[in-house]
């Protein structure tokens, strides 16, 4: 299994954004985490395609581009366009979950469904084998900086045993709260995407991202 490393841009300084990405990049991070919020899903406004263009510019990485909004499936053509290289949709959000995946795979990139604290990882179940990704939520989604909620890690744990008997690997991602202090209990229970934003971005984003590469490869 792959352990990756997402730094989440919600928590960089976008006045010099090029250069702390490309920071993030130099030093091992391979994806790079794109938060949308629309103000009606979640209660906060973030950004949208025409930042994820300006950002595909400037970096190689892998755009894991997070949708928290209300029927992604409006805009899912729109943001592969501006360079999304996987997509991520909210169970919660869409009024028909298959037909947002179908649609993204349509367009030629990898899908992700992310669930809250408040879903149950049961409800991934029947997604199991469709998608490339399952995100799950260990803070409420919508502001960065909150602390990780422990009891969401036990849904980590459950999913990752749903998958073995199911027999594959497919990618879990935790979203919220992720720091250098508990990169080895998330990954004990089953994740390997991490997200990380404040732990990342906020003081020498080289060197942040450099210890949470040395994590990963020492857990490996």
């Not at 299994?1 to 989440?8: D, I, N, Q, T």
């Not at 943001?79 to 290289?85: N, Q």
């Not at 497919?170 to 390997?192: K, Y």
């Amino acid at each position: 299994m792959e352990y990756v490393l997402s730094p989440s841009i919600l928590s960089a300084d976008f006045a010099v954004l090029g250069n702390e990405i490309q920071k993030t990049e130099s030093e091992g991070a391979k994806y790079l985490h794109f938060d949308v919020m629309d103000g009606v899903f979640v209660p906060s406004i973030s950004f949208g395609m025409p930042v994820l263009k300006s950002v595909r510019k400037v970096t190689g990485q892998v755009l894991d581009v997070h949708l928290m909004i209300t029927e992604p499936i409006r805009y899912v053509e729109e943001f592969v366009k501006s360079g999304a290289d996987i997509i991520t949709i909210h169970y919660e959000a869409c009024k028909d979950v298959r037909a947002t995946l179908a649609k993204i795979r349509e367009l030629g990139v990898k899908t992700g469904i992310s669930i809250c604290p408040e879903t149950p990882e049961t409800v991934l179940e029947e997604f199991i084998g469709e998608v490339d990704m399952f995100l799950v939520m260990t803070v409420h989604p919508g502001f960065g900086g909150q602390k990780l909620i422990p009891e969401t890690l036990d849904k980590v744990r459950r999913l990752r045993n749903m998958l073995e008997e199911k027999g594959t690997e497919t990618d879990i991602q935790v979203d919220g709260g992720v720091h250098l202090g508990n990169v080895r209990e998330i990954l004990d229970a089953g994740a390997n995407v991490l997200v990380a934003g404040s732990a990342v971005f906020k003081g020498d984003a080289a060197a942040n991202t450099r210890e949470f590469m040395e994590s990963l490869r020492s857990y490996e």
